[in-house]
């Protein structure tokens, strides 16, 4: 007999092993989330997909399933929390999301659309973050950083370099990257690896493509974040 | 430099978990880790310059940009705030000349602030190049400065000005019983490693850091790993505010600490230990160091101990200020030489924690309590105390009182009792286990201490009734900000937003919806971060909200709204460089 756990009152089997993310996934249950991509190892930090497990807070991206949990994934409650989560994220960098050439394939602003995220909420932290132009294909962004670490992990795990990494402590955390100078053109990156790729928001971009696809005819213009995430996840599970 | 660095490395074996020993011995001698240094460090550990940054950016007392010859910090601990430390910080800083927080242009001192440095029982204190500074006055100020003046090396400083008492005030079962030199580890041996853990199981001994999990089952999980290499690690930092107790077990109670870690081998088959130190004692380290030593030469410690055929050593290792390595998965990552970001659980410590090792992480005060029930039996034990909560606990008592210091009480004891033993009158509150804990008022001392009514790690800190509330929980969540690992978002952003909407209102910005939304994001923090630290972040906010809501309310404008964003501040550099100070320079915010 396989095991089950319900999501919402869905009941959705799983293999040992499996996270809670995982087995949503198969089933064609979203779960928010920015930090997670199933191609790296979970990481556990963004908290937008954290589920009630039988009436306890758990990461899904993170927590094991197993037999029996009774999981709450969709409840006011949860997506009142998950929006001021993201409203954080908006606050503490600086995003601009009109003149960002990322707006419309943005994940972050994805999120925010699907919440019905329609203002900041919190003060600005207004942080003075940097760009670092240097690398003649690749631009950072560091004011649309959000620590998802995804470029970390890419880098090392696909790339099988170590290009990028997470510094600093509390509010003061920010992405580094290794080369002697600390500029991206010193580094070992190339514009076909996949850490230049895969950040979820416009910290990373390539340069001279921002504008190849018109606003209003990008990904999240077209569907809603959960449609494209599990339709994008299926597809690389199967 | 590079001669040193290379000597350095090599008096580490190369051993990139050794990271935090190796940048503390760069740190020290050139005040800084700089890039060169880093360079050097990464080729010969043949590990990536990100990860030393990364590890240097997180700890704080790791600097990319130097200190001066004289780094002095003085600790930011309520208790030591009670004792006049802001006017004593700012007289220093007159009297050397140098700013808060910054280094002086000669390069001879330096001066900052410092989370709590376990010293509340004999404040004001302070750290000159991380050695602790006790009782701190105008006199001592004065005979510290002079001494900065003559560029006299600390070591011909006189001593006093580094004397740490240890204040124990009462004793019961823990600080009464004396054990002899290997005394646990021959009753160990005689009784037998199974039923020695059965007797640690019939004293219901519960871990003293505070969350209190059952020691013997903790162990007994290990001794059941199918992993044979396993770890014995003794947490050390005791970082929560107000919390000393475990500075005092390790100065004069050491002995049994390292009985107990040495016992628990025996149980879960360990050869391997760590006394995670926080940096903050770093005064203890070299004796610590010759107690271990005098063990091995005794034959308790090291290959073949006691001719039991059991080979067991103990490492100490030095933290450098991060209130997040308390964590037991955060503390284990940096025992690994990285930042102390709390891991994702499961898997616990227990089956996968140092190198991914099956590791059993307990307290100082647990390893002393272990060694005694080791020697008598876990009968004795499990009759002091309450059904939940066996044994006695060891409590760090501070602020205000007659007599701040050590204190063991049977868990169960009341509130008020505790009191009256150490002279506190007038009071309005205590905070029971630090930051993180409860704060109760002076409705509530009947209430215990035990795991079923107040948990605590052993911090303790009476206020009386001429504080202010909202000094305390300024400060309790000005730390909780400024020791966040920035690992998830709640706690991250969060405990940074608590910081600006709580000042926002104790400023007397706060407008009628400030209180509830500072109790909504209270929750989102407790209720979402990833470890501990977030999850009690709030907690000064919210019980201090609970008991005493109409002091919040007290402090709120009567009108609908007041931004965040302070106007009339955010143009005062504007004003200097124009040389304004009249009234038309300044703007009114909102219309009164």
């Keep these: 007999m396989s095991k089950k756990i319900t999501i919402d009152g869905k009941e959705i089997s799983f293999k040992d092993g499996q996270t809670i993310m995982e087995a949503a996934t198969e089933a064609k249950v979203y779960i928010p989330h920015l930090c997670h991509n199933p191609a790296y190892e979970p990481h556990g930090s963004c908290k937008l997909c954290t589920v009630t497990v039988n009436g306890r807070s758990c990461t899904a991206c993170t927590f094991p399933a197993a037999d029996g949990q009774e999981i709450i994934n969709s409840s006011k409650e949860l997506a009142d929390d998950r929006k001021s989560i993201t409203q954080m994220l908006f606050v503490e960098g600086n995003h601009f999301c009109p003149s960002c050439e990322k707006t419309g394939n943005c994940q972050l602003q994805g999120i925010a659309y699907h919440l019905n995220m329609l203002d900041n909420h919190y003060p600005h932290f207004f942080s003075d973050r940097e760009v670092d132009a ?105 | 430099m590079k001669q040193f660095i290379q000597q350095v490395v090599e008096n580490n074996n190369f051993k990139p978990v050794r990271l935090l020993a190796i940048l503390r011995e760069v740190q020290s001698k050139f005040l800084y880790i700089s890039k060169d240094a880093i360079e050097i460090v990464a080729e010969l550990l043949n590990i990536e310059r990100t990860q030393i940054i990364s590890v240097i950016e997180f700890y704080s007392f790791f600097h990319l940009q130097p200190r001066g010859q004289y780094d002095i910090l003085i600790s930011d601990s309520i208790t030591d705030l009670m004792m006049e430390k802001q006017s004593l910080i700012e007289y220093l800083s007159t009297q050397l000349n140098v700013e808060i927080g910054t280094v002086r242009e000669d390069g001879l001192v330096s001066l900052g602030n410092t989370s709590c440095t376990g010293m509340c029982d004999q404040g004001p204190a302070g750290l000159i190049n991380g050695y602790a500074l006790t009782c701190l006055s105008k006199q001592r100020i004065d005979e510290i400065v002079s001494l900065i003046k003559q560029q006299l090396p600390l070591n011909n400083w006189p001593k006093q000005l580094f004397q740490i008492t240890d204040n124990i005030h009462k004793t019961n079962l823990l600080l009464e019983t004396e054990i002899s030199q290997g005394e646990a580890i021959k009753a160990t041996l005689s009784r037998g490693i199974t039923q020695t853990l059965e007797e640690i199981n019939i004293s219901s001994l519960r871990g003293r850091g505070g969350a209190g999990f059952n020691t013997a089952m903790k162990w007994q999980f290990c001794a059941k790993e199918k992993e044979l290499e396993r770890y014995v690690v003794c947490n050390a930092d005791e970082g929560e505010p107000g919390t000393f107790k475990d500075r005092v077990l390790l100065n004069s109670y050491a002995e049994q600490v390292f009985e107990g870690m040495t016992v628990c081998s025996l149980i879960i088959g360990s050869k391997q230990g760590f006394l995670y130190l926080r940096g903050e004692y770093l005064h203890l380290y070299q004796q610590l160091q010759s107690t271990l030593q005098q063990r091995r030469s005794l034959g308790l410690l090291g290959k073949n101990i006691l001719q039991s055929g059991h080979d067991f050593d103990i490492e100490i290792c030095l933290g450098a200020g991060a209130y997040i390595c308390g964590e037991e998965s955060a503390l284990i990552e940096s025992l690994e030489g990285k930042r102390g970001i709390p891991r994702n659980r499961p898997p616990y410590p227990v089956t996968q924690g140092y190198l991914n090792k099956p590791t059993v992480v307990n307290n100082v005060e647990t390893f002393l309590a272990a060694a005694n029930i080791a020697v008598s039996g876990g009968k004795q034990f499990a009759d002091l105390g309450t059904e939940k909560s066996s044994g006695t606990k060891i409590l760090s008592i501070s602020g205000d009182c007659q007599l701040p210091g050590i204190y063991e009480y049977p868990f169960g004891t009341s509130i008020k009792d505790i009191l009256i033993h150490c002279g506190a009158e007038d009071v309005l509150g205590v905070q029971v286990g630090g930051p993180s804990g409860t704060f109760i008022s002076n409705q509530e001392f009947d209430r215990k201490i035990a795991f079923e009514d107040l948990a605590t790690g052993g911090s303790f800190i009476i206020f009386n009734n001429h504080r202010n509330i909202f000094d305390l929980v300024k400060n309790f969540t000005h730390f909780f900000a400024h020791e966040s690992c920035g690992f998830c978002t709640p706690c991250r952003v969060g405990t940074s937003l608590l910081k600006q909407q709580l000042d926002k209102i104790v400023d007397g910005h706060g407008s009628a919806g400030d209180v509830i939304a500072l109790e909504e994001l209270c929750q989102i923090v407790k209720n979402y971060s990833h470890c501990g630290l977030g999850q009690t972040a709030a907690n000064p906010i919210l019980s201090t909200l609970q008991r005493y809501p109409e002091i919040y309310q007290k402090q709120i404008k009567d009108i609908s709204f007041e931004p965040g964003f302070d106007l009339d501040a955010s143009i005062e550099t504007a004003r200097q460089l124009a040389d304004r100070k009249d009234e038309n320079a300044h703007l009114v915010q909102v219309e009164q």
């Design chain 1, 134 to 238: 240097s690398h003649p294909d690749i631009l950072i962004d560091h004011n649309r950083c959000i620590f998802c670490s995804l470029c970390v992990r890419a880098s090392q795990e696909t790339d099988a370099k170590d290009v990028f990494a997470i510094s600093g402590r509390g509010i003061n955390k920010h992405l580094i990257i290794n080369s002697k100078t600390g500029k991206l053109k010193d580094s070992d990156i190339n514009i076909n690896d996949c850490a230049a790729h895969i950040c979820p928001t416009g910290a990373i971009l390539i340069k001279r493509t921002g504008y190849t696809i018109p606003i209003g005819q990008r990904t999240y213009d077209e569907k809603q974040i959960d449609q494209v995430t599990l339709e994008k996840e299926l597809n690389k599970n199967g």
